[in-house]
């Protein structure tokens, strides 16, 4: 048998796992009970029983973890991982191959339009996530073509310089470069300078804060919004949502150490604003912020007290949590209905902080 196995293609296994787990996942609500065994309930919170029977078939086939012994093999995790949730796909959006120029070279990008939005329109500069180390354009490709249909936006998702082979700051000063030149280039790429927006997924997110926060402080023109989902914004404290789901809910504790001591080894330079931005004192005249967190998600925490400080500054914000998901689910919306849902949640929050801006 396992020569017969060895020679299907290894492209063809996955789309076969994939339909296996879809169809699981998809079983009367009964049956995936019985898969994913007794409800969890953690701080007051009950975890959908279809994330919940997502981690417990990915414990039974071993794949608990994001961190691996190599970079390149926690890669390649990432990738196979979203590409056995990916479904039939988002349809009716154009993707075309772009790159972006920054100090250290020309970043590889892709520009997502939907294919009945011809005339301008605000454009979202898409960090991905992925702990500085892993994740690309493929891992985060259907997670941006749903943002740019059902937004009816542009987004341009940006390849930063990943660590270890590029630690702190590279990927901040990456960010950074790039919304600067979709500033000077916004006309076209189908925007305007007055309609850009900053955006990412967890370390993503935080990235997008950091040039929000950049943009502030050095006086050019600030994002018209920041999309923070579920943001890693402060590197330097342990809290005590890092403590309740910290093991069994994808993101580990060890996967954090494991990103951190990639991304910067140095303990002592973890509270540097490019990196936790939640430390900078002054968070004044910040964009205008839609701001996602989920309750079963370590970093759900400190991404709200983020949007507490942001508040307390005046900055317009608009936070959700999603109190029955873990991080990364945005990655995930091709599993269920749930997450599905949840993602057009995200969406309402995103049109809604754009006319924000546009009332202003």
């Known amino acids: 048998m396992s020569k017969v196995l ?19 996942l998809r079983l009367p609500r009964p049956l995936l009970r019985r898969i994913a065994g007794p409800p969890t309930r953690v701080d007051g919170q009950e975890l959908a029983l279809e994330v919940q029977a997502l981690l417990r078939l990915q414990a039974l086939a071993g794949q608990e973890r994001m961190a691996a012994d190599t970079p390149e093999k926690a890669r390649a995790g990432m990738a196979q991982g979203i590409e056995l949730v990916r479904g039939a796909g988002v349809t009716g959006v154009q993707v075309s191959k772009r790159t972006v120029s920054a100090g250290s070279g020309e970043l590889p990008a892709r520009l997502y339009r939907p294919e009945d939005r011809t005339e301008p329109s605000t454009l979202l500069v898409f960090y991905h996530g992925g702990g500085w180390v892993v994740g690309d354009l493929d891992t985060h490709d259907e997670l941006c073509r749903f943002l740019a249909k059902h937004a009816d936006i542009r987004v341009l998702s940006v390849d930063y310089r990943l660590a270890p082979e590029h630690p702190f700051p590279a990927a901040a000063e990456d960010a950074i470069d790039a919304y600067q030149y979709v500033l000077e280039n916004a006309e076209d790429l189908g925007s305007s300078a007055d309609s850009i927006a900053v955006g990412g997924d967890s370390a993503g997110g935080n990235l997008a804060a950091v040039v929000s926060q950049h943009a502030t402080a050095n006086g050019f023109k600030s994002p018209v919004l920041q999309l923070l989902l579920y943001p890693a914004v402060d590197a330097a404290t342990r809290r005590r949502s890092r403590e309740l789901f910290g093991n069994g809910f994808l993101l580990t504790d060890g996967d954090m150490d494991w990103f951190m001591d990639m991304y910067q080894p140095e303990i002592s330079a973890r509270s540097d604003q490019r990196l936790s931005v939640l430390r900078t004192e002054d968070l004044t005249g910040l964009a205008p912020t839609v701001l996602i967190t989920a309750g079963f998600d370590p970093l759900r925490d400190e991404g709200e007290e983020y949007g507490r400080r942001l508040s307390e500054a005046g900055v317009p914000l608009i936070a959700r949590r999603f109190p029955d998901l873990i991080h990364g689910f945005a990655n995930l919306f091709g599993a269920s209905a749930r997450l599905r849902e949840a993602m057009f949640e995200i969406v309402g929050a995103l049109r809604a902080g754009l006319s924000l801006h546009s009332a202003g």
Request: net charge positive; glycine share 0%; no cysteine.
């Open 6 to 24: 060895d020679a299907i293609p290894a492209s063809v296994q996955r789309r076969a796992q994939s339909a296996v787990l879809l169809s699981l």
